[in-house]
């Protein structure tokens, strides 16, 4: 299963998986979240009996399409066959719509803004950060949501480059983007609700035409 673990103002701390093991439960978080994780874990592990150890071995996935990089299990071992290169990952990636921690999302971010709502579970229990997003998905929508975006001309957007909308001339900004071989110049991007809708046109860096796209990207 994949999650979402939030600090207590219900903004993104850490994306983790956690896969069931005979003995133990393995906790998979991006490069870099390994001590917030294991802070947070610590931090509620107050009457349980459980220990916590970090895990070394080979890891890897198979992206057959865009739907797995949100659906394909971690596989303990090295790839069985050829390595992608990280070009090639970050081009699937944005393909998938899939937030990259430190690029896309950061502990700035709600889930609710992002794709990554899909792994926080509106049903259950108790946890941290509980409340304000339910507060949020119960009002309605949040200010700014993560989308696609199809931009005209060669060549990919710069992360952090303004975008104006119909209704606000500072209404979003690139937070990654490559050149897809199906899709071309594509990004991903922070758009004022006002702009969300598939199909709205928006201008990025000032002169550049881009429309909003439903993530994952598919074929016109």
Sequence with gaps: VRACVLNP????????????????????????LY?????????????????????EGPLSRVWADVAAVWEAMPILGPPE?????????EVRRIEAGFPAYGVDVT??????ETPLIRHVDMHKGCY??????ARVIARGSAQKQ?????????????AGDEIAVPEKE????VTSSVV?????????????????????????????????????????
């Design 107 to 112: 502990d700035a971010n709600f889930p609710f």
């Design 35 to 55: 001590d917030a994780t294991l802070d947070m874990f610590d931090a509620h592990a107050i009457a349980d009996d459980v220990e916590f150890a970090r895990a």
């Design 128 to 133: 941290t950060g509980q409340e304000p997003v």
């Design 146 to 158: 993560l989308v696609g975006l199809r931009l005209e001309g060669d060549g990919p957007a710069a």
């Design 170 to 173: 500072r209404g979003g900004r």
């Design 180 to 220: 897809s071989p199906d899709f071309g110049p594509i990004a991903l991007a922070y758009v004022h609700r006002s702009a969300i809708a598939p199909g709205t046109e928006v201008t990025v860096a000032g002169d550049r035409r881009a429309r909003v796209a439903a993530l994952p990207f598919s074929p016109l």
């Design 9 to 32: 103002k219900g903004r993104v701390l850490s994306i983790i998986e956690v896969k069931k093991r005979p003995e133990d439960l393995l906790v998979v978080c991006p490069p870099g």
């Design 81 to 89: 066959g050829p390595v992608a290169s990280a070009e090639e990952i």
